[in-house]
T-cell receptor, first 112, second 112 residues
Framework: GEDVEQSLFLSVREGDSSVINCTYTDSSSTYLYWYKQEPGAGLQLLTYIFSNMDMKQDQRLTVLLNKKDKHLSLRIADTQTGDSAIYFCAEIEDTGRRALTFGSGTRLQVQP | NAGVTQTPKFQVLKTGQSMTLQCAQDMNHEYMSWYRQDPGMGLRLIHYSVGAGITDQGEVPNGYNVSRSTTEDFPLRLLSAAPSQTSVYFC???????????FGDGTRLSIL
């Protein structure tokens, strides 16, 4: 089945850039997503990229997709303390289920 | 801007009790789904529905039932609660194939 893997933890200083990495196995993935989860809250969709793209930029967020290596990254520029959260990478099955397969999440800690 | 609304936000049950977790969306989305989130893991799909009157099993369906009598509502039923069902439950909805899924704020369920 599909598998999505992420590193568990990332610590950066306020103002630095953060790069959160993700690898996936399903070569038929059509969309890949990044969600943010703050403590005690639900999942907030940050951005997503279609598999025929290799980059998408949205304000401080840059998503890079290397389809050959099945590697996805999320770069947050000028990281702020409010960016501290868990970030989930997810891919969607190219089947009727349209189920999201999530990584286990990367906890981003931003130090002042 | 209600989006996806889940009730209750918190619930404590005793083993063997039954209950229904409610999920409603006001965006006229065809696709709805239920996930559970356990510590250190991403979200896993329990059941999903591609439209009113149609439901199907996800990755971890055992112990749960769903129904979809209307487009707006997608309740999740625990027939006989077990401690292994202690988790945070998220409902999500989307419109159209591969469109981003929007999540509710979750229901935190503890089974004693």
């Amino acid at each position: 089945g599909e598998d999505v893997e992420q590193s568990l933890f990332l610590s950066v200083r306020e103002g630095d850039s953060s790069v959160i990495n993700c690898t996936y196995t399903d070569s038929s993935s059509t969309y890949l997503y990044w969600y943010k989860q703050e403590p005690g809250a639900g999942l907030q969709l940050l951005t997503y990229i279609f598999s025929n793209m290799d980059m998408k930029q949205d304000q401080r967020l840059t998503v890079l997709l290397n389809k050959k290596d099945k590697h996805l990254s999320l770069r947050i520029a000028d990281t702020q303390t409010g960016d501290s959260a868990i970030y989930f990478c997810a891919e969607i099955e190219d089947t009727g289920r349209r189920a999201l397969t999530f990584g286990s999440g990367t906890r981003l800690q931003v130090q002042p | 801007n209600a989006g996806v609304t889940q009730t209750p936000k918190f619930q404590v049950l005793k083993t063997g009790q039954s209950m229904t977790l409610q999920c409603a969306q006001d965006m006229n989305h065809e696709y709805m789904s239920w996930y559970r989130q356990d510590p250190g893991m991403g979200l896993r799909l329990i059941h999903y529905s591609v439209g009113a009157g149609i439901t199907d099993q996800g990755e971890v369906p055992n112990g749960y039932n769903v129904s979809r009598s209307t487009t707006e509502d997608f309740p999740l039923r625990l027939l006989s609660a077990a401690p292994s069902q202690t988790s945070v439950y998220f409902c999500a909805s989307s419109q159209g194939s591969h469109q981003p899924q929007h999540f509710g704020d979750g229901t935190r369920l503890s089974i004693l």
